[in-house]
């Protein structure tokens, strides 16, 4: 008899066991997630200052270029970074307190679709920033021809002044 009590004792400390291993896994998932959407958040918070200073360098290098020739340009330009940006952190705010409010409670569905869409935001913004790059690479090198090309006609018309007063 006692034998039977020992094998159902084992059986119970067995079954507490793994509730307690199952629950505890469950934890340590939820806790990832919510690391993984904080973290996701803070990158997703740096890309958007560095796309706001991206665009403020890219207004600058716009600004030294004719305006005949950047007047679409400006026009893409005219949209106001910062307000962008202001809007863009506000909503990782409000996601950072909904994380605090409802991230004990939320499903884990549910925290997996924000770092999901996260991570999605965060893959468009990094190609944004590749094309502002990419268009700034382009200015700053139309910028250098425009510069060669101004110095070659002085040079020309420094010549062509010197030949006509001698």
């Known amino acids: 008899m006692s034998m039977l ?3 159902a004792g ?5 079954l507490i066991v793994a509730v ?3 629950r505890l896994g ?7 997630v919510l690391h993984e959407l904080l973290d996701g958040a803070d990158a997703l918070e740096a890309q958007l200052h560095e796309y706001r200073d991206r665009m403020v360098t890219l207004k600058k290098l716009l600004a030294q270029l004719p ?3 950047t007047a679409p340009a400006m026009a893409m330009a005219s949209v106001n970074p910062d307000a962008q940006v202001k809007t863009a952190l506000r909503d990782i705010l409000a996601h950072r307190l909904w994380i605090k409010r409802e991230g004990a409670t939320a499903t884990i569905e549910a925290l997996d679709n924000a770092c999901v869409a996260i991570r999605k ?3 468009q913004l990094e190609q944004q920033l590749k094309q502002l790059d990419e ?3 382009q200015l700053e090198s139309a910028g250098r021809e425009l ?3 101004y110095q070659e006609l002085q040079a020309k018309a420094r010549a062509h002044g010197s030949d006509a007063g001698g």
């Open 5 to 7: 009590y020992l094998l």
């Open 147 to 149: 510069r060669s090309a």
């Open 20 to 22: 307690m291993w199952t």
């Open 10 to 14: 084992s059986f119970v400390v067995a």
């Open 67 to 69: 305006s005949d020739m």
């Open 121 to 123: 935001t965060r893959d």
């Open 26 to 32: 469950r934890v340590r998932r939820r806790d990832l």
């Open 135 to 137: 268009v700034g690479s």
